[in-house]
């Protein structure tokens, strides 16, 4: 039976550069199906008690969980928005985290970041990192790719030699 990665950008940029990481990432998996996400298509009112309370869980919500749960193994590049998540990400994980709190489902995932800075995302991969595991995440590796424009190509992916070995490495060494 082949195995499913479902992967995105938690992102709303229609250009996101996290997206293009997450697509390069599961693109290096052998004999997998890959389903690639975009967070625009769960766009949802900003999370509150009283929403929920009003109106129940929002169905988009309830999408995102469904395609969570049919992966064999979920792969993340966050965008860093001052240091932490993006609006568009927090807010989905709001609302799916009302579904079940172990939102992730005791899959397997890789968590990735990267931004056109020096840092490349390593504050909210580190929050991820930590996190993730209390909401039901089975991190099995974190990769951060800096200076995007500078070492990630459209056509050849992540074009910087010892990032991308980085990256090889914890593909091969990841078992789902």
Same mark, same amino acid.
């Given at each position: 039976?082949?195995?499913?990665?479902i992967?995105?950008?938690?992102?709303?940029?229609?250009?996101?550069i996290?997206?293009?990481?997450?697509?390069?990432?599961?693109?290096?998996?052998?004999?997998?199906?890959?389903e690639i996400l975009d967070?625009?298509?769960?766009?949802?009112?900003?999370f509150?008690?009283?929403?929920?309370?009003?109106?129940?869980?929002?169905?988009?919500?309830q999408?995102f969980?469904?395609?969570?749960? +049919?992966?064999?193994?979920?792969?993340?590049? !966050?965008?860093?928005?001052n $240091?932490?998540?993006?609006?568009?990400? &927090?807010?989905? @994980?709001?609302?799916?985290?009302?579904?079940?709190?172990?939102?992730f489902?005791?899959k397997p995932?890789?968590l990735l970041a990267?931004s056109?800075?020096?840092?490349?995302g390593?504050?909210?991969?580190?929050?991820?990192?930590?996190?993730?595991?209390f909401?039901?995440?089975?991190?099995?590796?974190?990769? +951060?790719l800096?200076?995007?424009?500078?070492n !990630?190509?459209?056509?050849? $992916?992540?074009i910087?030699?010892?990032y &991308?070995n980085? @990256?090889l490495?914890?593909?091969?060494?990841?078992e789902f």
């Amino acid at each position: 039976m082949t195995k499913k990665i479902i992967a995105f950008g938690a992102s709303s940029s229609k250009q996101s550069i996290n997206k293009q990481l997450a697509t390069f990432a599961a693109n290096q998996f052998q004999n997998v199906t890959i389903e690639i996400l975009d967070l625009n298509d769960y766009e949802m009112p900003i999370f509150s008690v009283d929403k929920e309370k009003e109106n129940g869980i929002h169905p988009l919500a309830q999408d995102f969980y469904a395609n969570l749960g +049919s992966a064999d193994l979920i792969i993340i590049s !966050f965008a860093e928005h001052n $240091g932490n998540y993006s609006t568009a990400f &927090k807010n989905i @994980l709001d609302w799916t985290s009302r579904i079940n709190a172990k939102t992730f489902q005791e899959k397997p995932m890789l968590l990735l970041a990267t931004s056109p800075g020096a840092r490349g995302g390593s504050s909210v991969l580190e929050i991820a990192s930590k996190r993730f595991p209390f909401q039901g995440g089975i991190v099995k590796g974190s990769f +951060s790719l800096p200076s995007f424009y500078e070492n !990630f190509d459209v056509v050849n $992916g992540i074009i910087h030699p010892e990032y &991308k070995n980085q @990256l090889l490495e914890i593909v091969n060494s990841t078992e789902f």
